[in-house]
Each structure stands twice: as structure tokens, then as C-alpha cells.
């Protein structure tokens, strides 16, 4: 089983990232054959973007992915633009791609309707590039959260329609959503989910804020007029609270409401601050560890994509073949 997923390097990954993600990855490692996880510097240069601040970044979410747990022995950790497959893939991919298809992608849209300054062709073609980064690995497994479905499922769709053109060459991977926290919530406006650039300061909890900041974010959380810690479609503050409690206890939503029941919310917040605070702090403990050591990052990330590549230059051999580009 070969696991792929790609995360953004914005060094402030926040909950939603980590619960709907890279948990996934810590935990796809025993499994992976390998388990490959990229940085994806190519997707971060579609909106406005510092380039000195592009590389920090990239070795804040390598630290950040260290300090979750991610073992370079046992997975393949590496930056995408050290890979220059990915790119060439990506045009390929065009080939098989609709127009119409990258239309209808919600991130697309919501995304470029927010972009004051240049919505970038890249921004429209995010899609086909995170198709190439799955597909170059030959893929059978994407770990992400519910925001990435629709991208994974285009995805399928580009590798399927390659196959009838081209002849069997890829592989059409599943999507692997998390049963419980695959869409954490913005805790100042529940109904959207936590976004790296949507979300407020308030709303979103960072994995590297500390307990003072946590528990402030969280006691100010926006919640209904009720008093019930109950999962329901008109308390998507408290069902936020609740999902996120589950997660962090590993149980279900219920075991949770039953544990609360007859609680008051101030009680209730306290508690998930406490929770959420306990749950992070060893993840922000050794990133302060990890980070300062930028040499030891850049070579784990520089044997990662010297293992990826191996990988994905066997894949776009096949692929050129397939398609009459290039010598043979
Ligand atoms: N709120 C969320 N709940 C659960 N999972 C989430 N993910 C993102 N937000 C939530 C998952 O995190 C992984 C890495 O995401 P990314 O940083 O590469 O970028 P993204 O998916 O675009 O989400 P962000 O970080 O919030 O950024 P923006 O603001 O750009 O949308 C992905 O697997 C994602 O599903």
C-alpha cells in the first residue's frame, strides 16, 4: 500500500491541519509502502508569496512534521520543488484534463473570489498539479481532510481518463478522510471551516500556541443561546467543541455529550482548553527543539527527494512513453 498525501508550508499549521492530516500521516507510516509526504512550495507560489519567507516556512512545517512524529526512517519526507517530475507531470496532465472540470472546483472558487491582487493560472491548475504529486507515486492512498475531496476525486478522474487514452499506466488512488475531524470549524464562525487564509486570529488555533493563548481562543468561542454540549445542525460552535474533545480523547461524539451532559458551556470550554492545550504542548515542545537546526532539516528533506525522485522518475518514463513525448 503506497500512502501520499502534500501539505502547504505555512509554518502556522493549525488544528483542522493537524487533525484532518498529519495524524493521518503519523499513523500511515506502520501501514505505508512507503508512506510519501511532500512539502508542496509549488502549490504555495499560486497566491502572493515572500520567497525568503517560502524557504523559513518549509523548514518550519518540516520541524512542525518532525515534532508530530513523522520518522524520516520510516517515511519519505521531502519538498516538492526538489522533485522536478512533479512539474512535468503536471503539464502532462493537462492533456487529460477539462477546463471545465477546474472551473467547478470550490477551492478555486473560493480562493480566487477572495484574491485582491492577481488570481493566478496557477491558482486554476492547483488541482492538476496535486494530481501529478499523487499520481508520479503511483498512489493507492491520500490522506487528507473533507476539503481536499473534491481534488482527490478529480484526480481519479485525470488518472482513469489517462488509462483509457494512453493505455494502463496509472494508479487511481482512494481518499482516506478521518471518520471524526476531517472538517474542524473556525471557532469564531463555526459554519466555515479553520483555514490558514480565511480564518481570523480568534478562530483559529494554532498547533504552536501556548496554553494562555488556547484557552482564550477557546473560552471566546462563538456558541448558541442554549446550554446543551450536544452535536446538532443549529450548534455547529458546540458540535465543533464536541468533535474536537472526541478526537483528542479518542472516542466517539456521544461518549462525549454523555460525559458533559448537564453542563454548562463555561465548564464545558474549560475543559476542551485544557484538552486541546494538553494535546499540543509536546508537539510544540519539540518543534522548539527540532527547528533551530536548519542543516539537519535540509538534509532530511534533501534524502527524502532523492528517494521520491528515484520513484517518481520511473513513473514519468512510462508516462512519456505512454504519450509519444520526447525520444524514446
Ligand atoms: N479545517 C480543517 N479540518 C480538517 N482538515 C483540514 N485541512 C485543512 N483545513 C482543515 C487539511 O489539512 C491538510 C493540509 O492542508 P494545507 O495546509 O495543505 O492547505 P489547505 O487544505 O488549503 O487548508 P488550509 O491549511 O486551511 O489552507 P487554506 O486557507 O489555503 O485553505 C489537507 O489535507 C487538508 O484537507
Same mark, same amino acid.
Given at each position: ?28 507510516? /506502520?501501514?505505508? !509502502? ?36 513523522? /520518522? ?60 501529478? /504529486? ?51 470549524? /473556525? ?90 492545550? !494538553? ?50
Amino acid at each position: 500500500m503506497r500512502i501520499f498525501s502534500g501539505i502547504q508550508p505555512t509554518g502556522r499549521k493549525h488544528l483542522g491541519n493537524y487533525i484532518g492530516a498529519i495524524r493521518q500521516y503519523v499513523e500511515g507510516q /506502520d501501514r505505508g !509502502d512507503p508512506a510519501i509526504y511532500c512539502i508542496v512550495d509549488l502549490h504555495a507560489i499560486t497566491v502572493p508569496y515572500q520567497p525568503s519567507e517560502l524557504r523559513r516556512a518549509v523548514l518550519d512545517t518540516t520541524a512542525m512534521l518532525l515534532a508530530a512524529g513523522l /520518522d524520516p526512517d520510516r517515511c519519505v519526507l521531502f519538498r516538492q520543488g526538489d522533485v522536478h517530475e512533479h512539474t512535468e507531470l503536471c503539464w502532462l496532465l493537462t492533456a487529460v484534463t477539462a477546463h471545465g472540470e477546474l472551473n467547478r472546483m470550490t477551492q478555486f472558487k473560493e480562493k480566487s473570489a477572495r484574491q485582491r491582487e492577481l488570481v493566478s493560472a496557477g491558482l486554476f491548475l492547483y488541482p492538476v498539479l496535486q494530481a501529478a /504529486d499523487v499520481l508520479a507515486y503511483r498512489a493507492h492512498e491520500v490522506p487528507v481532510g473533507e476539503d481536499q475531496r473534491q481534488h482527490v476525486e478529480l484526480m481519479r478522474e485525470i488518472a482513469i481518463r489517462f488509462n483509457n487514452r494512453f493505455g494502463e499506466t496509472l494508479v487511481v488512488p482512494e481518499v482516506r478522510v478521518p471518520e471524526v475531524g476531517a472538517r474542524i470549524m /473556525d471557532l469564531q464562525a463555526p459554519t466555515d471551516k479553520m483555514s490558514t487564509t480565511a480564518s481570523t486570529e480568534q478562530g483559529t488555533l494554532y498547533v504552536l500556541d501556548d496554553e494562555k493563548a488556547i484557552t482564550k481562543k477557546i473560552k471566546s468561542a462563538v456558541t448558541d443561546s442554549g446550554s446543551e454540549v450536544r452535536v446538532a445542525a443549529d450548534k455547529p460552535g458546540i458540535s465543533n467543541l464536541v468533535e474536537v474533545m472526541a478526537v483528542i480523547r479518542g472516542v466517539d461524539n456521544p461518549t462525549i455529550e454523555r460525559e458533559f451532559d448537564g453542563q454548562q458551556y463555561g465548564a464545558f470550554k474549560q475543559a476542551v482548553a485544557e484538552a486541546v492545550a !494538553d494535546f499540543l504542548r509536546p508537539v510544540r515542545e519539540r518543534y522548539e527543539e527540532l527547528r533551530p537546526d536548519e542543516a539537519g532539516l535540509q538534509q532530511t528533506l534533501a534524502e527524502g527527494a532523492e528517494r521520491a525522485q528515484a520513484l517518481a522518475s520511473a513513473t514519468l518514463r512510462d508516462v512519456r512513453h505512454a504519450m509519444g513525448v520526447g525520444g524514446e
